[in-house]
C-alpha cells in the first residue's frame, strides 16, 4: 500500500498533476508514512525523474514548470507536517541573476530544481546586486547561484566573487554559475566553484561542491 502511494505520487509530480499529487499526499499522511518517506520517495524522487528528462530533452521547460506546480501543490501540504517533524533542509542556498540582468526563466528553473531537491532556496530575484548576494551568504546561505543571459551581464559574476572576498566570506561559500552565455572555462577564468548548463545539473553540482 505504502509503495503504491508512493509510486503514485512521484508518478503524479512527473505528470504534473496537481490535483493527483495533492489527494496522494493526503492520503499518504492519512496512512501515517513518515514524513522524510513521503518527502524523499514521493515529491523530491519525482522531481528528481522531471531533471534526468529535462537533461535528456525528453521534457522542455513547460513540462518542467507544470511538474513544478504539482510538487508545490503537495509541498504546501507538507510543510507544517516538515516543521513538526523538525526536519532539516540538506542545505541554505541562495541564486540570482546578476546585475543588470532581468532574465529570469532559466534561473526559476533553477530554483525550483533546488527546492525539489530538498534545499531552502533564498531566492534573491534579478538585477541582483554584488552587495545581495554577499547579505545572502551573511544569512546563511552556504552556495550561492549566479545567473547570467547577457555577454554584457555575465561579468558581474566576476564582481560578485570579488564582493564575496573584499567582505571575508569567499571561503564559507561555493560559487555556481550558470546562463546561456557562460561556460566551463570562464567560471574557472572567475574562480567558481561550478558551472552548470542546465537546471538539472544545477542540483548535481550543488551536490558535488557541498560533497553531499
Ligand atoms: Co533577452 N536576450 N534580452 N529577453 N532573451 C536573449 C538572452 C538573447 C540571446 C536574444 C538574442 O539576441 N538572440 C540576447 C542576448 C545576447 C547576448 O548577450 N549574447 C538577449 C537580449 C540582447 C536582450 C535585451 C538586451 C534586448 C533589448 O532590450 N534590446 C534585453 C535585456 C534586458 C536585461 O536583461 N537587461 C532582453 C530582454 C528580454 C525579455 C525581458 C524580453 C525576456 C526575458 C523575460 C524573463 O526572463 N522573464 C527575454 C527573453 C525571453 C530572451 C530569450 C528569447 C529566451 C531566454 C530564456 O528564457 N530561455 C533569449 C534568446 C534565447 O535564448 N533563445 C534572449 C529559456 C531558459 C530556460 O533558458 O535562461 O538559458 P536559460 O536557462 C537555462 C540554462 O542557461 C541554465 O539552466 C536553464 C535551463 O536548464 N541556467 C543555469 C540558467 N541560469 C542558471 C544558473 C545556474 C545553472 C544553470 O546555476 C546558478
Redesign the pocket.
Known amino acids: 500500500m505504502a509503495e503504491e502511494i508512493l509510486q503514485g505520487l512521484k508518478d503524479a509530480v512527473i505528470s504534473g498533476n496537481a490535483n493527483k499529487t495533492k489527494e496522494l499526499v493526503d492520503q499518504a499522511l492519512k496512512e501515517n508514512l513518515p514524513i522524510e518517506k513521503i518527502l524523499n520517495d514521493g515529491l523530491i524522487a519525482g522531481m528528481m525523474i522531471v531533471g534526468v528528462k529535462?537533461k535528456n530533452n525528453e521534457f522542455y521547460?513547460p513540462e518542467v514548470l507544470i511538474a513544478a506546480r504539482a510538487m508545490h501543490a503537495g509541498m504546501s501540504i507538507m510543510e507544517p507536517h516538515i516543521a513538526k517533524a523538525g526536519i532539516k533542509p540538506i542545505a541554505k542556498v541562495a541564486?540570482g541573476?546578476v546585475k543588470?540582468?532581468?532574465?529570469?526563466?532559466?534561473?526559476?528553473?533553477?530554483v525550483m530544481m533546488w527546492k525539489g531537491a530538498g534545499f531552502a532556496v533564498d531566492d534573491l530575484g534579478?538585477?541582483v546586486s554584488s552587495e545581495k548576494f554577499v547579505e545572502a551568504v551573511n544569512n546563511g546561505a552556504s552556495v550561492?547561484?549566479?545567473?547570467?543571459?547577457?555577454?554584457?551581464?555575465?561579468v558581474s559574476m566576476k564582481d560578485v566573487i570579488e564582493a564575496l572576498k573584499a567582505a571575508g566570506v569567499r571561503d564559507k561559500v561555493k560559487i555556481?554559475?550558470?546562463?546561456?552565455?557562460?561556460t566551463q572555462s570562464y567560471a574557472d577564468e572567475i574562480g567558481a566553484d561550478?558551472?552548470?548548463?542546465?537546471?538539472?545539473?544545477?542540483v548535481d553540482?550543488v551536490k558535488e561542491v557541498l560533497k553531499i
Open positions: 529535462f521547460v541564486i541573476t543588470g540582468d532581468l532574465h529570469d526563466i532559466g534561473k526559476n528553473l533553477v534579478i538585477d550561492v547561484g549566479l545567473s547570467a543571459l547577457l555577454t554584457t551581464t555575465m555556481v554559475i550558470g546562463g546561456a552565455p557562460v561550478a558551472y552548470a548548463a542546465d537546471a538539472a545539473t544545477a553540482k
